[in-house]
């Protein structure tokens, strides 16, 4: 606290300390409650004082049961929005680390990509009809991409979608054994996933690793060292979602909508531009 000022309310709108309700504030309110609702402090937080000065930034503030407004030093830029006070971060899995990807719809061709090995740098797009091949190995690849750095703009209750049946479920098979099962789900406009994980022990790719690879986080670590934490982390995963449904960006959804023959082309396509080249 650096000094006291007016406790008068008819100049608390110079200063921004009048209450957030009040007409035209632009005033912050910050409550802190414990867990039976009883508040522990209430600090309205009104203008930024301007200084020429390069230390921490000054706010002029009030404490909500008390009538003399304050100036005080420390950062107190806070966020009314209540994303900006939550860690968004789902779970995120390299691609190094995927086997395979499913992503069936209904009435569509279920879309499988996978690789052999965790040290592939490509995925394999499957069941690839006669006369047609993928359109691009790139974006069959961007699949195994689908758990890397998932982030949720908005969550939701599981139980606004109960009784839903999912437009589309993707499941991720990884060569550690964990698998991770997503289902889209559609509700008043909404689109929001809800993740399940678990480890199957037999999934597990008995790979030659070197110490480098396990150190450095690439390719799979040996089985005897890596299976307890594989099944840890799908309950610590579970324990996380299990009661949410998350609203994700567009570009993670964009890939589960994606449709088995966005990711093929006609041979002859491919033999006609090649033709148009020589």
Sequence with gaps: I???????????AKIGVQGPDDDGSESLLVKVENGDGVTLASLIIGNKRTANNFGAPNYYVRKSDQATALLAEGELAISDDPLEWMDTAIVSIGSERVRSVTISRNEQPAIV??????????????????????????????????????????????EKFAGLSPLATAKVLTFDGLIATLEQFSQDGTIGVRFRFEFD??????????????????????????AASVADEAIALNAKVENWVYELPDYKNRLIEKQFDD????????????DLEQ
């Design 263 to 274: 990711l093929i082309k006609a041979e002859t396509e491919t033999q006609a531009a090649d």
């Design 201 to 226: 022990p037999t999934m597990v790719a008995a790979e030659e690793s070197t110490n480098d690879d396990v150190e450095n986080g690439n390719g799979v670590p040996a089985e005897s060292d890596n």
């Design 2 to 12: 650096i000094d006291q000022k007016t406790s008068r309310p008819k100049h608390y």
């Design 113 to 158: 990509v996978s690789k052999e090995q965790a040290s592939d740098n490509f995925f394999t797009l499957q069941d690839v009809p006669s006369g047609f091949i993928p359109t691009s190995r790139a974006v069959v690849s961007s699949f195994g991409a689908l758990l890397l750095d998932v982030k949720f703009e908005d969550v939701m209750a599981v």
